[in-house]
C-alpha cells in the first residue's frame, strides 16, 4: 500500500512536508514499521510495539539535536577584528602557510568533517588496512579462547564484526586470515590451552593476574573486599599443595591474562571510526519510564488526542486547557 | 612496554641524535570543550598540590553580553559580570577541536600575545623552545587531527619540538596519575622510581559534550574497547533550562545562570522512585520544607545589584508572603529577588547520564557501558579493568554520581570481579596533571613526540601515521 512516511533525520529544526534522507536499502527495524493490520494501527499504538513510529523518532531526534545546541537561537559571534598594528605582532614568526590559511577560513562544522569521514569510510579507503589488522587479533583472540569458552570468542568476533561495514566487507579475506591464523599457529594455541590445562588444577592464573595487575593488593591490610581467590592468592610463594586441588569444586576458572603477543597487537589496533564508538542500547529490555510532561512526576495517564503523559487529573487539565492539541 | 611505540626508535636511532633532543620546557594544554586547562609542566617531580598549582583554567569560549561585547578566553572570568542572555561560541564541538579560527584567537588571547596573556603561568613566549603536550579526545576523525597537526607546526611553529598526543588522548593521561593512594592500594610511592603509568585503569571521563569510557593498559588506549555516551554536561544544562522553562520561568537564553543552578542544586538519586515520590507528597502537603527534603528555592543571580544566585531550603509560603507585600513584613530585598522552585527537576536531569532512555535516547547508560567496552576486551583483563575504574570530568563533582555508578556497576558486573570505583582528587584537572608527569618522564616522552624539523621534512601526512603508530 502507497504511503508517505517522514522518516528520521538529524535537523535540528522542524520542517513541513518532507525531508530527503539517504535510502540505504532494506532496513528491517522500518519494514517491521510499515502497517500491516490497519491504517491507523501503526500511529494509534505508537510506543506499545516497543518500536517508536516515525513521529515519534522525529521528535526525539529533534529533541536531542535541541539538547546539543550552545545557544537557545542561532547567533553568529564573528571573532573581533584586529587593529593593523595588532595584527604585526606575529613579530618573529614566519607567515602564515597555506595550509593554516586553509584551515582558518574553513567553515565546515564537525557534521561536514564527519560526514567526509563517513564518505571515505563508504569509499572503503579510510581503514582498509586497520580492519584487517582487527580481524587478525580477533583471529588469534578466538584461537586462544576457543578452548576455554566459546561466549568470549563470540563477542570479541561480534565486536569485531559490528564495528564496521568496511570491515564486514572485508569478510572474506578476514576469515581467511582467521583460518590461516589457526592453521598456522596449531602448536601456539596448543601451548595455551595447555598451559592453562596445567596450571587450572592449582589457582595459579588468578594469582599471577592479581599479581600483574595490582601487586599492592597483596599487601594491603584491607582487602577484606577482594574476592575469594585474591585472598586465596596470598600466599603465592609458598602455595601449598593438596590433592584436593583438583577437585572440581575448587578449582579456579578465573580466564587467564592474555599473552603479551595479544596485548600488543590490541595496543597496536587502530581507532575505531566515530559512529563505532557510540554505546550500543542498553541490552536489557526494560519498558521506558514516562513523565508528567507538566510537573515530572510519573506519567501514569496519556492524553488520548495527542499521547502527551500527565500524572493525574490536575496535570491533566492544564494541559488539555493550555496545551493539548500540539501536533506530536 | 612492548607498545607500537617501540617499532619507530630503530628508525629514529638511525637519524643523529640531535634531532630527538625535545625542548626542557613542557606546555600542557588540556583542551576541553568548556575549559582549557593549561600551564607548564614543572620541571621537578614535585607533589600534586604544587604541580596544580601551576594549572590555571581558561574558558574555551567567546562570549557575547547582553550588551553585544565579544569576550574571548581568559578575560571571560574577569571582565563579564552580568551573565544575563549570555551567547557562547565554542571551537571544540562535540568534544572536538573542529573551528579553529575561534580557538586561534582564544589561545592567542590566553598564551602567546603578549598584551593580553599576563599570567605568567600560562603565557607562552618563545613556542620554539617549548613542547606542546596537546589531548584530544577519543576517536578524533583523521582530518581534525591533520587539522591539529598542521596548526600548531605551521602556525605557531612550537619550534623545536612538539607533541601532539595523538596517540595520547585524554583519558589515557590520567595513568600518569598517582591512582594507588586513590584506590587506598598500601603500596607507597617510591619518589626515586620513574614516573610510569598503571598498568591497568578503566578511564570513565564524563565532560562537557560526552561521556567516554576508556580502557587504557600500560598507558595506552585499548582502541576497540572506547565507548561514547553522547550525553555530557551541556545536554543536562539544556536538559534543565527545558524544564524550568516549561514550569516556571523562561529560562532559554539562560545557558550560564542554568549551568550554575545545575551546579549547585542537581544530584544523581540513589533511590529514583522514592525520591519522586518524596518530592510529590512535599508538593502535595505543602509543609515547610523540612532539612531534608528535595525541594529547594534557588535564588537567581540580580545583576545589578551584583548579587549571586544562592540555593536555600524551599519556603512553600514564599508566594503567598509575597503577594502581601510590604504587609508581611518581608524586607525589599527578599521581595525583589527572584526564585526558581527545584523540586524533581535536581534529580531527574543528571538522571539521563544512567538511563538516556528518558528522554528517548537509544543509549545504555554509564554502567552498562562500560560493561560493553569489556565486552570487547579479552575476558582476562576484566577483573584488572573493573577493579580501577576511574571517574574523571566535571560530571564526576555532581553529588551521588560515584555512588550510583559503583552500586549499579556492582550489580550487572560479574559476580567474581571486585569493583572499585574512585573519583579523582581534581576531576577536572586530572589530565592535565597526568601529562605533567608524563613530561617529567623524558624518556617516554621523546618516544611520542616528534620534532619540528621531523615534521618539516616529513609533513602532516608522515605525523598523522607516526602519532597512529604505524611509521
Known sequence: MFRVELLPDSSSVATPGYTYVADRGFNPAQAAMAPTLGRKRGIRDAGKGGDVSSRQANAIMRHLAELDRENQRDVQIPVPVKQAKEAGSRGTRAKTTSNVRRILQSQKTFRNHLDDEEAALAMGTGVGSGSGGGANVNAILQAKTGGAGGKTGKVAAAAGSGSSAAARRSSTPATASSSAARRKRPSAAAAATTTTATSTPTPAPSVSETADTHPEAETSPDNNNHNDEAADAEPKPKLIKTEHDNHPLLRSYAPSAPSDRIMQLLLAEPPLPYNAARAAPPSSSQPPRHFCCLCGYWGKIRCKTCHLRTCGLDCYKVHEDSRCGAFF | ?471
Open chain 2, 1 to 471: 612496554m612492548g607498545t607500537a611505540k617501540t617499532r619507530a626508535p630503530p628508525k629514529a636511532a638511525t637519524e643523529p641524535k640531535v634531532t630527538r633532543q625535545i625542548p626542557q620546557k613542557t606546555f600542557v594544554l588540556d583542551n576541553g570543550a568548556y575549559a582549557i586547562k593549561a600551564g607548564y609542566a614543572p620541571e621537578l617531580p614535585s607533589s600534586d598540590e604544587a604541580a596544580l598549582s601551576a594549572c590555571s583554567s581558561v574558558p574555551n569560549a567567546l562570549v557575547k553580553t547582553r550588551d553585544n561585547r565579544v569576550v574571548i578566553g581568559a578575560q571571560i572570568t574577569t571582565n563579564v559580570s552580568d551573565w544575563n542572555e549570555a551567547m557562547f561560541r565554542r571551537p571544540v564541538e562535540k568534544g572536538y577541536l573542529v573551528n579553529w579560527e575561534a580557538e586561534k584567537e582564544i589561545w592567542e588571547q590566553s598564551f602567546f600575545d603578549e598584551k593580553t596573556a599576563r599570567n605568567k603561568n600560562t603565557r607562552v613566549a618563545s613556542p620554539e623552545e617549548t613542547t606542546l603536550v596537546l589531548t584530544e579526545a577519543p576517536n578524533t576523525l583523521p582530518t581534525l587531527q591533520r587539522n591539529t597537526d598542521e596548526m600548531v607546526m605551521e602556525e605557531w611553529g612550537f619550534g623545536g619540538s612538539i607533541l601532539i598526543c595523538h596517540s595520547i588522548e585524554g583519558p589515557t593521561l590520567n595513568a600518569w596519575n598517582e591512582i594507588h593512594t586513590l584506590f587506598g592500594d598500601s603500596i607507597t610511592p617510591n619518589p626515586d622510581s620513574v614516573i610510569a603509568p598503571a598498568d591497568c585503569l578503566l578511564v570513565v571521563d564524563s565532560g562537557y559534550s560526552h561521556t567516554t569510557v576508556t580502557p587504557v593498559y600500560k598507558g595506552q588506549a585499548l582502541q576497540r574497547g572506547i565507548r561514547r555516551l553522547d550525553i555530557g554536561g551541556k545536554h543536562l544544562t539544556n536538559y534543565l533550562k527545558e524544564i524550568v522553562s516549561m514550569r516556571q520561568y523562561n529560562m532559554v537564553d539562560e545557558t550560564y545562570i542554568m549551568n550554575e543552578v545545575k551546579e549547585s542544586a542537581c544530584f544523581v538519586s540513589n533511590d529514583f522512585a522514592g525520591d519522586m515520590e518524596r518530592t510529590w507528597q512535599a508538593g502535595r502537603k505543602r509543609q515547610a520544607g523540612s532539612e531534608e527534603g528535595v525541594v529547594v528555592d534557588f535564588v537567581l543571580p540580580d545583576p545589578n545589584a551584583g548579587k549571586k544566585g544562592f540555593m536555600r531550603p524551599h519556603d512553600p509560603l514564599l508566594h503567598a508572603k509575597k503577594k502581601k507585600g510590604a504587609l508581611s513584613g518581608l524586607s525589599a530585598e527578599v521581595l525583589s529577588e527572584d526564585v526558581l522552585v527545584l523540586g524533581n527537576e535536581r534529580f531527574t536531569v543528571p538522571e539521563l547520564l544512567f538511563t538516556p532512555k528518558d528522554i528517548g535516547m537509544k543509549q545504555a547508560g554509564v554502567p552498562e557501558i562500560i560493561i560493553q567496552s569489556l565486552s570487547a576486551l579479552p575476558p582476562g583483563l576484566h577483573a584488572a579493568f573493573l577493579a580501577n575504574v576511574l571517574v574523571v570530568g566535571g560530571n564526576a563533582l555532581i553529588p551521588g554520581f560515584m555512588e550510583r555508578l559503583e552500586t549499579e556497576l556492582r550489580q550487572i558486573a560479574s559476580a567474581e570481579c571486585v569493583v572499585r570505583v574512585r573519583r579523582a582528587h581534581d576531576p577536572i584537572r586530572s589530565a592535565w596533571l597526568g601529562a605533567s608527569r608524563l613530561a617529567n618522564n623524558r624518556e617516554e616522552l621523546s618516544k611520542v613526540a616528534i620534532t619540528r624539523q621531523e615534521y618539516q621534512e616529513h609533513g602532516s601526512t608522515w605525523a598523522g601515521r607516526r602519532f597512529a603508530g604505524t611509521v
